[in-house]
Protein backbone atom coordinates (compact mmCIF):
# COMPACT_ATOMS: atom_id res chain seq x y z
CA UNK A 1 0.00 0.00 0.00
CA UNK A 2 1.19 3.59 -0.70
CA UNK A 3 0.67 6.48 1.27
CA UNK A 4 0.55 9.73 0.67
CA UNK A 5 -0.16 13.26 1.64
CA UNK A 6 -3.50 14.93 0.70
CA UNK A 7 -1.50 17.31 -1.16
CA UNK A 8 0.54 14.88 -3.09
CA UNK A 9 -2.80 12.61 -3.72
CA UNK A 10 -4.68 16.28 -5.15
CA UNK A 11 -1.66 16.06 -7.65
CA UNK A 12 -2.02 12.65 -8.49
CA UNK A 13 -5.69 12.54 -8.66
CA UNK A 14 -5.23 16.14 -11.27
CA UNK A 15 -2.74 14.55 -13.09
CA UNK A 16 -4.67 11.29 -13.54
CA UNK A 17 -8.18 13.23 -14.52
CA UNK A 18 -6.14 14.75 -17.62
CA UNK A 19 -5.00 11.42 -18.88
CA UNK A 20 -9.04 10.17 -18.20
CA UNK A 21 -10.40 13.35 -20.02
CA UNK A 22 -7.85 13.07 -23.13
CA UNK A 23 -8.08 9.07 -23.27
CA UNK A 24 -12.19 9.88 -23.27
CA UNK A 25 -11.64 12.44 -25.76
CA UNK A 26 -10.21 10.04 -28.31
CA UNK A 27 -12.56 7.27 -28.15
CA UNK A 28 -11.24 5.29 -31.19
CA UNK A 29 -8.92 2.99 -28.73
CA UNK A 30 -9.05 -0.75 -28.68
CA UNK A 31 -11.22 -2.91 -26.08
CA UNK A 32 -7.75 -2.61 -23.51
CA UNK A 33 -8.08 0.90 -24.06
CA UNK A 34 -11.40 1.60 -22.75
CA UNK A 35 -11.14 -1.02 -20.10
CA UNK A 36 -7.87 0.92 -18.73
CA UNK A 37 -9.95 3.87 -19.10
CA UNK A 38 -12.39 2.82 -17.17
CA UNK A 39 -9.91 1.69 -14.49
CA UNK A 40 -8.74 4.94 -14.53
CA UNK A 41 -12.08 6.39 -13.67
CA UNK A 42 -12.81 3.99 -10.93
CA UNK A 43 -9.26 4.49 -9.27
CA UNK A 44 -9.79 8.58 -9.78
CA UNK A 45 -13.62 8.19 -7.71
CA UNK A 46 -12.11 6.01 -4.77
CA UNK A 47 -8.80 8.67 -4.48
CA UNK A 48 -12.07 11.63 -4.54
CA UNK A 49 -13.90 10.00 -1.74
CA UNK A 50 -10.77 9.12 0.44
CA UNK A 51 -9.69 12.73 0.17
CA UNK A 52 -13.27 14.08 0.54
CA UNK A 53 -13.48 12.13 3.94
CA UNK A 54 -10.11 13.56 4.66
CA UNK A 55 -10.82 17.42 3.52
CA UNK A 56 -14.50 17.70 3.51
CA UNK A 57 -14.16 21.85 2.10
CA UNK A 58 -11.94 20.61 -0.77
CA UNK A 59 -13.40 20.67 -4.20
CA UNK A 60 -13.67 16.87 -5.81
CA UNK A 61 -12.01 16.79 -9.38
CA UNK A 62 -14.24 15.54 -12.26
CA UNK A 63 -14.65 12.37 -12.86
CA UNK A 64 -17.08 12.36 -15.47
Same mark, same amino acid.
Do not use: W, Y
Given at each position: ?33 ? %? ?11 ? %? ?16
Amino acid at each position: MIQLSNTDAERVCRHLSEIFQSRKAKRDGGLREI %NETRMLGLLLEKI %NKKLNKECPNRQEINVK
